[in-house]
Nanobody
Framework: QVQLVESGGGLVQPGGSLRLSCAAS????????MGWYRQAPGKERELVAAITSSSTTNYADSVKGRFTISRANAKNTVSLQMNNLKPEDTAVYYCTGGRYTYNYWGQGTQVTVSS
């Protein structure tokens, strides 16, 4: 059974940084796509950043220049470095991945940006 486990969420002041990590276990193949979504209270889940097995990346406009996604293919792990965090980044962040699409999801980790 494939499982994705996130870590690294927490409370940070505006302008601060956090690093989220996600490790997938139980998969017999490399995830060609991995990414991070987030969902704030009362809002729809949205894509934050995505990365392919060839390291092609895609970012939401709202995080470009502040967030960096990276991965280690052999281990199906993905990280999200978040800098210059803003209150509007507050949300539950979900790791996702799959062989060709986002078939698997983590439980989510809370990120709160507040002074």
């Amino acid at each position: 059974q494939v499982q994705l486990v996130e870590s690294g969420g927490g409370l940070v002041q505006p302008g601060g940084s956090l690093r989220l990590s996600c490790a997938a276990s139980g998969s017999a193949f490399i995830f060609n796509v991995m990414g991070w979504y987030r969902q704030a209270p009362g809002k729809e889940r949205e894509l934050v950043a995505a990365i392919t097995s060839s390291s092609t990346t895609n970012y939401a406009d709202s995080v470009k220049g502040r967030f960096t996604i990276s991965r280690a293919n052999a281990k199906n792990t993905v990280s999200l470095q978040m800098n210059n965090l803003k209150p509007e980044d507050t949300a539950v962040y979900y790791c996702t991945g799959g062989r060709y699409t986002y078939n698997y999801w983590g439980q989510g980790t809370q990120v709160t940006v507040s002074s």
